[in-house]
């Protein structure tokens, strides 16, 4: 069992910045990739950005210069940095975490709430 605990959400101004945390109960050295997805009300979850246990990232477009996956792998963590937030970028963000086992094993946190308001 992999346990993921967010933080960092909350209320920011259009064009701020913040700083998400995913961490782990496990070495994240165990996991194949850590993502940030992202669930807007009415709307489905979507991908936002992922990182391989080989440093590979992807991001969705509407994100791409704006935000920042990151790993600590000492600390067992993964960061979301947040630029230039939008007021489309408000949701509830959940870390996603894939091992690879036997079998596929995928776990996700309880979600933090970012919300993008003046």
């Known amino acids: 069992q992999v346990q993921l605990v967010e933080s960092g959400g909350g209320l920011v101004q259009p064009g701020g910045s913040l700083r998400l945390s995913c961490a782990a109960s496990?070495?994240?050295?165990?996991?194949?990739?850590i993502s940030w997805y992202r669930q807007a009300p009415g709307k489905e979850r979507e991908l936002v950005a992922a990182?391989?246990?080989?440093?590979?990232?992807n991001y969705a477009d509407s994100v791409k210069g704006r935000f920042t996956i990151s790993r600590d792998n000492a600390k067992n963590r993964v960061y979301l940095q947040m630029n230039s937030l939008k007021p489309d970028d408000t949701a509830v963000y959940y870390c996603?975490?894939?091992?690879?086992?036997?079998?596929?094993?995928?776990?996700w946190g309880k979600g933090t709430l970012v919300t993008v308001s003046s």
């Open positions: 496990v070495s994240i050295f165990s996991i194949a990739a």
């Open positions: 990182i391989t246990s080989g440093d590979s990232t």
């Open positions: 996603n975490a894939v091992r690879l086992r036997i079998v596929t094993e995928t776990y």
